[in-house]
Each structure stands twice: as C-alpha cells, then as structure tokens.
C-alpha cells in the first residue's frame, strides 16, 4: 500500500515523500511525459535516469491504440518494455476525450472513440481503461474521467462531473478486481481521482468532497492549462485544494510552465507534468534562468557557451549554442535531442530546488527570485 508523508510545509506549499512499489518519490515532483512509451525527442530510460527523473508518465490511449496493451502486458509491462525501473503514472485516456472532440461520442457506458491513426472505432469506459492501465501495469493508473471545456455552460459541467463521479465508482471496483486477480503484473497498483468543474469554484469543491469520500490512494486536478486564463486556475487551485486530503498527494493535471509550477507549488500542490519542456525543446526553445533562448535566433550563431552555465545537465557540460543552432539549422536530430533533454533537466533540477527550499524554510524567497528570473525571455 502506498503512503504519503508530509515531511514540511512552509504556509501551504508541501514538501513530502509517496512511497510506491517501484520506489519512493520526492515531492513536489515533475513527471516526465513520454506519451507512448518514450520521451520525443529521442530520450531513453537511461538517459531519464541521467537528469534525475523520479516518474515517467504514459498514455492510456496512446499506447491501446499502438502498439496495444495485450503487446505490453506479453512482455511483462510497461516497467520492462522500457526498461524503466522507477514510478510510472499512466493517464487514463480520458483527456482524449476533450481533445479528439470531433472523434467521439459520450454517454454513460462509455465513449466510443475514432483513433487518429487509422480511424478504427474505440469503446472506452472505467472498466476498459482500468483494464488497460492494469496490462500496461504503471505505479499509478488514472481515473476514467470528462474534461469538459473551460467554456463549457454551468448545466453540462453539473452533468459532466456528475458522470465523471459514477466512473470513478465503477473505475476503484475493477482496479480492486483485477488488484485481486493471480495475473495481474502489478497486484500494488495505485488508483488517482481526477477534480473537474472547468471555471467554476462552487462545482469544483462540490465535486472534490464527492470524491474524497472515496479515499484513494490521491487526486488529481483536471480540466486545467486548457484554454482558461492563468489567474482563473490559481483561482480554482486556492478553492479546490484545501477541500482535498491534506495526506494524500495533489496532482496538478498537465500543467505547465515553471511560472505555473511555482505558483502551484505555492498552493499545496504535489505532482505535475505537461509536454512544454520537450514540444518546446523540439523547437529550439530552451530554458535557462535568465530566461528562456531561441536557439534559431542568428545571434547563437557563434555563441560557444553552453545553453546555461549554471546548468548541470550532459548538454551543458559539453556543447555550444553555437553546436546546437547548427544542428538545428540543418535538421539533424542531434539538435533535438540535446534540446529536449537539456529542458527536461532544467524541470527535474527546478523541481529539486524547490525541494530544497522547502526543507530549509526559504520557499517564498526560492519563488520570488526564480520569478522574477523567468520573466526575462530572449
């Protein structure tokens, strides 16, 4: 069984430990997004473990689609198909069903989904995500759930999470099944909750005392960093969060800058994840903390310093921007690469100092500084 510690708190912001069968993980963390088993960008699992990643997170719907969760389970999970060792989160298909809106259709059984590969008909409801989370055999297995639209009208957000609330039923009775079945890979699986209520404060802290009441092993929030204004989530963050287990962690759905982070962190908030660090990577867009760098930018062109000389990642210790720019220029994959996992470890190494913040009582300080340091893009 898992357990979450809190170790310190400085106001609401939490420092604490989850203990899981693949190993403990130091909170607050960053997972790093690797949809379909891998991080793009060309990243391996060992590279991963190079820039101190603590949890790679997978897609439910990414991979039952290619190249299937049967694939997976034969040989023997998602742990040893990627030769990945730590924590893996998977997502439960769930947002597919807000971001393939012209693909689906609702209703209570289920959605019933057109792939974007080949245009197949998908049946997915609770029980079928939880089945597939349980072939690919991750740490933590997501709730099937609706993110509705930030836009969405006030009555069909009622309806939404209402529904949303009798799949996480019916989501926690087949994990508990296939938990007690001989052949599951990973009999230790852990179940998520997932908060929606789009931009409405009142639905979301009716939805999260709902789910409490559940117990789970944590909860996420979702349906966040999809189109509302940054001060509109902070607003629902400072209403839902103190309505959820103070000892369980909080996840923070697809979200999101280092700004974000911070400023979630700075609300109570424990795990995160989001695609920005390497879709940015892949397009020459790196982070440092002086700013973010446009790599394509001519002023690189003969720049010999590394992406940024405070970083410890296996990019800076070795290569100019100048290097870099040229491999992008010319479309060599290297270019990348090396762009994707110098981001990656400037998210795991942020998420580290934070860490340490934490532990040393100098969060607020931590926050300002580093706030005021990302504002200065170039």
Known sequence: MAEYTL????GRARRGEFRTVHGTIQTPVFMNVGTAAAIKGAVSSEDLEAIGTQVELSNTYHLHVRPGDEVVRKMGGLHRFMDWHRPILSDSGGFQVFSLAQLRQIREEG????????GRKIFMGPEESIQIQSNLASTIAMAFDECPSSVAERAYVRQSIDRTTR???RCRAKMKELNACEDTIN???LLFGINQGAIYPDLRIEHAKAIVDLELDGYAIGGLAVGETHEQMYDILDHV?????QDKPIYLMGV????NILEAVERGVDFFDCVYPSRNGRHGHVYTWQGHLNL????YETDDRPIDEQCDCPVCRRYSRAYIRHLLKAKEMLGLRLCVLHNLRFY???????????DQGNFAQYKKERTASLNNGR
């Open 7 to 10: 170790l310190k708190t400085e």
């Open 111 to 118: 959605v019933t989904f057109r792939s974007h590969i080949d």
């Open 167 to 169: 799949w996480l039923v």
């Open 187 to 189: 009999r230790s699986q």
């Open 241 to 245: 969060v103190p309505c959820l287990p």
């Open 256 to 259: 999101g800058t280092p700004a």
């Open 296 to 299: 394509f930018n001519a002023q």
């Open 348 to 358: 795991n190494r942020m998420m580290e100092e934070i860490r340490d913040a934490l």
